[in-house]
T-cell receptor, first 114, second 114 residues
Framework: GENVEQHPSTLSVQEGDSAVIKCTYS??????FPWYKQELGKRPQLIID?????GEKKDQRIAVTLNKTAKHFSLHITETQPEDSAVYFC?????????????FGKGTLLTVNP | NAGVTQTPKFRVLKTGQSMTLLCAQD?????MYWYRQDPGMGLRLIHY???????AKGEVPDGYNVSRLKKQNFLLGLESAAPSQTSVYFC?????????????FGQGTRLTVV
């Protein structure tokens, strides 16, 4: 089955700096790669996702890049703010149907220091 | 629109007791999932369902059973609770579009087994 590795497990940055979180996956059939943010005591929520037919996607200060050949994808947060502090999870899944299931990485605790 | 609702939010069980966690979604989603979240372990898939009447094992299925008799409900059962099942449990659901789509999470159930 799919195995998703996520690094680093913790990341501390100064407000205004950039943060980068990296993930690798093992199943070449995976073609959907979402990122979730989980604030303390809350449920995970989708912040951005990318499908295998594109290499990069941006949404304001957040961007995701995908390298299907190397089987890795990354989350980039620019101009970080204290409210970006949370646990971030990457995930991977194949297409829909009976094989569809979302496999998560172990998470990255991001702390943005004012 | 309530989204994904889990019942109960908190529960304390004694070793050997049984219980059922209920997940209900009102978005007409085909896919539903049960994850457990433990410190440093991320979100691990217990069981999932790709449609009414179907269930499948995830990464950590031992000690759990599930049922999806109605499309909107996904039940997670613990027949004989063990301290190792102390965790936060999240239910999630998503649409089947033939490709990956956003998973919406419930608010979580904090289970303690003593």
């Amino acid at each position: 089955g799919e195995n998703v590795e996520q690094h680093p497990s913790t990341l501390s940055v100064q407000e205004g700096d950039s943060a980068v979180i990296k993930c690798t996956y093992s199943d070449s059939a995976s073609n959907y790669f979402p990122w979730y943010k989980q604030e303390l005591g809350k449920r995970p929520q989708l912040i951005i996702d990318i499908r295998s037919n594109v290499g990069e996607k941006k949404d304001q200060r957040i961007a995701v890049t995908l390298n299907k050949t190397a089987k890795h994808f990354s989350l980039h947060i620019t101009e970080t703010q204290p409210e970006d502090s949370a646990v971030y999870f990457c995930a991977a899944s194949p297409s829909g149907g009976s094989n569809y299931k979302l496999t998560f990485g172990k998470g990255t605790l991001l702390t943005v220091n004012p | 629109n309530a989204g994904v609702t889990q019942t109960p939010k908190f529960r304390v069980l004694k070793t050997g007791q049984s219980m059922t966690l209920l997940c209900a979604q009102d978005m007409n989603h085909e896919y539903m999932y049960w994850y457990r979240q433990d410190p440093g372990m991320g979100l691990r898939l217990i069981h999932y369902s790709v449609g009414e009447g179907t269930t499948a094992k995830g990464e950590v299925p031992d000690g759990y059973n599930v049922s999806r008799l109605k499309k909107q409900n996904f039940l997670l059962g613990l027949e004989s609770a063990a301290p190792s099942q102390t965790s936060v449990y999240f239910c999630a659901s998503s649409l089947d579009r033939g490709w990956g789509t956003e998973a919406f999470f419930g608010q979580g159930t904090r289970l303690t087994v003593v």
